[in-house]
């Protein structure tokens, strides 16, 4: 089963669940990539407040999600990882997570739709004076 | 030819006494997940932390990875030993794989590869208190530890 992503505005919403297969990580990717290159978003929020494991391949591929989505022109934010989890993700290595993160979904709302109004919005609109 | 490696405290032989808790032969994906489970269980059952429970499923998650990844598949033990003084639970990972070449290099690459069999092995050396890697080709078991004071 895929993981069903929400659109609110223009951002996307996803909630990973507590157990998640690798080819679900993966379908997770390329169906967030193509909604905002087909427009309908302009960022992204990943949260994983359910996630009660996030080993180096889920790692990889979130901030690997976290990088297409950049340098297709969106934001996409991690949200709310459990303690537990944050202390193994630093245990086990420098960088294994390289994305932004915000502490809940409100909060990784709000930062993609800063980030996105910081750089001009999606169209890089020239301020009206 | 065998090659071994215990970078802590060694973890030879299982010790006497000791309990298998869960056996999970990985097959597909969701083998993992379940091999995960296990294992939070089983240290949930000894009285183990969040913490510690979310260091030893996450090392479940990249061992029987790498073996359903290089190896086509395998089985996951989880064994459990309680004594007067200690709690700890063992995860052996075993296949019937190629092998892994270069045992030191695996563990020694770090994350810095971005992917691979180092990746996981490195951060199951990390999370664990001991690991031992025995490996040839046909056949490779990957025993690793955790013992806290009761």
Do not use: W
């Amino acid at each position: 089963m895929r993981v069903p992503i929400l659109r609110l505005g223009r951002v996307l919403l996803t909630s990973l669940p507590a157990d998640l297969t690798d080819q679900q990580v993966m379908d997770l990717q390329i169906d967030a990539l193509a909604l905002i290159q087909a427009g309908k978003a302009d960022g992204l929020v990943i949260d994983i407040t359910a996630a009660d494991v996030v080993d180096s391949y889920m790692a990889r591929i979130l901030s690997e999600t976290a990088k297409m989505v950049t340098i297709m022109g969106g934001v996409a934010v991690l949200a709310g990882m459990q303690p537990a989890v944050a202390l193994t993700l630093v245990e086990m290595g420098r960088g294994m997570i390289d994305m932004e993160t915000a502490f809940d979904l409100e909060g990784g709302v709000a930062k993609v739709a800063r980030l996105v109004a910081s750089r001009g919005g999606r169209h890089d609109e020239v301020p009206i004076a | 030819m065998t090659k071994s490696r215990s970078p802590d405290r060694s973890a030879s032989e299982p010790a006497v006494g000791t309990e298998t808790h869960a056996v999970v032969e990985i097959r597909v994906q969701n083998d993992i997940l379940l091999a995960r489970q296990a294992s939070r269980k089983a240290a949930a059952a000894l009285g183990f932390g969040t913490v510690d429970q979310t260091r030893l499923a996450t090392i479940v998650s990249e061992l029987t990875r790498n073996a359903l990844t290089y190896a086509g598949g395998g089985a996951c033990r989880v064994l459990t030993r309680l004594t007067a003084q200690e709690r700890c639970i063992v995860i052996e990972v075993e296949d019937q794989g190629p092998g892994i070449a270069d045992v030191t290099g695996a563990l020694a690459r770090g994350y810095s590869t971005g992917g691979g069999v180092g990746l996981g092995l490195a951060a199951v050396h990390k999370l664990m208190d001991d690991m031992t890697i025995e490996t040839r080709p046909g056949r490779t078991l990957v025993r690793t530890g955790m013992t806290r004071r009761r």
